[in-house]
């Protein structure tokens, strides 16, 4: 394959992935501040399906070699560290 048309597509793989984490990231945070406590059955399951269906994202990624694993760890952990984030700020209040 072409190097350029592989950095391309590496490129718009890891784009789609960022976009889908700062979805989960966004709908959580709605989630926390309009609708429910962090520690409801319901929202704890939103969470670990949303996350679930995003590592499997990065997975098949990376087995295409769009992306390295490096680089779907750093998303995960960006959005475990936010998510985190989120939920202290939500029980402070």
């Known amino acids: ?51 679930f269906g995003l590592s499997r994202e990065i997975d098949f990624a990376v ?3 769009l992306l390295e694993k490096s680089e779907g760890k750093e998303i995960i952990a960006s959005l475990e560290k936010e998510l985190s984030n989120l939920h202290d700020i939500h029980t402070e209040k």
């Open 1 to 51: 394959m072409d190097t350029n048309i592989q950095l391309s597509y590496q490129d718009k793989a890891l784009e789609l992935l960022k976009k889908d984490a700062e979805k989960i990231a966004q709908l959580i945070k709605v989630q926390m501040d309009n609708l429910t406590m962090p520690q409801c059955p319901l929202y704890e399951e939103v969470l670990d399906t949303q996350m």
């Open 63 to 65: 087995k295409l070699g």
